[in-house]
């Protein structure tokens, strides 16, 4: 687990600076000193206080949960091995109450959370940036935090954190909502490069100089993670997450090979990252492409479909089809804890109009490409290629694309997803068309000169 600050270059302060401190102080003592000087917001800070003399990592351990309660008052009780520090907010439309926690390591029965009671619909938890977990539960209408508090270990009951939500108005509500309890969530740019890196001085500090890696460099977005679990099969036992991260990486080291191109990677491991932070690593990097990878399931009863699509982005959905996984797909920040209200509105700019005009051109350059290449090797859906309005596709100087691998839904796609040999098919054929379209394009740039 401690490795993970090893690869990873972290963002923002606040929470993140505990988690900074939490990874530092699992990599050893010499290396909790750097970041300590730094301004830390007063709330989060506290997660920074886990003692953790041996060096090894000790993630709490939560073994169970439960709800009691009814409509008017509803309580969360969380089982723990040892006390924790936490923080616990409100957030509106959709109405959740958000736990941000250090990182535990949670052994909760299967299932548990599916099924809400009172003011809560479902909770769901996971890994929200490394050193930090997430709790976040769903509410069945506006309700308050009337009490939040960790018990230490009395009458052979275990250290227990306690949520108390009372009902409330949505004016009470909104009202509850202090500036300070907004979230702070700038998840750590997960940078793959790096990973067989020795560990860093400090994880805060500046990345020694080197040598500019003039490559082109592609981003690689294995979707949902952490909290966000995406579809579902088989009763829990395969997730779109775990899935679309091992083809991610898979995808990486076949690019990789070849030398000629620098990959990133959205995240390595399983931690949610918001949508706009997706598109920010984009743009951030200077991408040359940028790919998103999911699997889709349709929903129980509404027949069934088959085959890899490859969406681009548009103002008006291809079909009825593209927008039904946009709205989907979109919905991965709300599932996180995301505060969606924190959300810039998009400005109007003839410049940023111009050139997302022509990063549109390339997208569904590469989207065709794409298609030409996977239909040798995958089965693709009967109409494979479509558009919608996926914020994850929203950088305006970033080709990008978001491949549907498949259907968990469907029994014949599903065995596909699962199979080594046909994900190194899929790879190999997703690299070449990655291989093609680039130095298509950087042919074209360098006769233009
Ligand atoms: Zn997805």
Redo the contacts with the bound molecule.
Sequence with gaps: MASRANHLVLLGCGLLCAATLLCAGMIGPSVAQGPASQPVSQGPASLAAIPNPAGVSTFPIASDARLAGDARQTRFILDLDKPVQFRAFALADPYRVVIDLPQVSFQLPAGIGTAGRGLVRAFRYGLVMPGGSRIVFDLTGPAKIAKSYVLEAANGQPPRLVLELEHADRTAFVQSLAPESRPELRPAIAEANAAAGTPPESPAAAPPPQAPDKRPVIVIDP??GGVDN??QAGGGDFM?KNL?LGFGLALRDRIEKSGKYRVVMTRTDDTFIALADRVKIARSEAAALFVSI???ALPRGEGDAQGATIYTLSDKASDSEAQRLAD??NK?DAIGGVNLTDEPTEVADILIDLIQRETKTFSNRFARILMGEMKNTVRMHKHPLKSAGFRVLKAPDVPSVLV?LGYVSNKGDLEHLVSENWRNRTVGSMAQAIDTFLAKRLATAGSAK
């Design positions: 979707g949902h995406g579809t779109e679309v999911h699997a889709d989907v797909e991965s549907e």
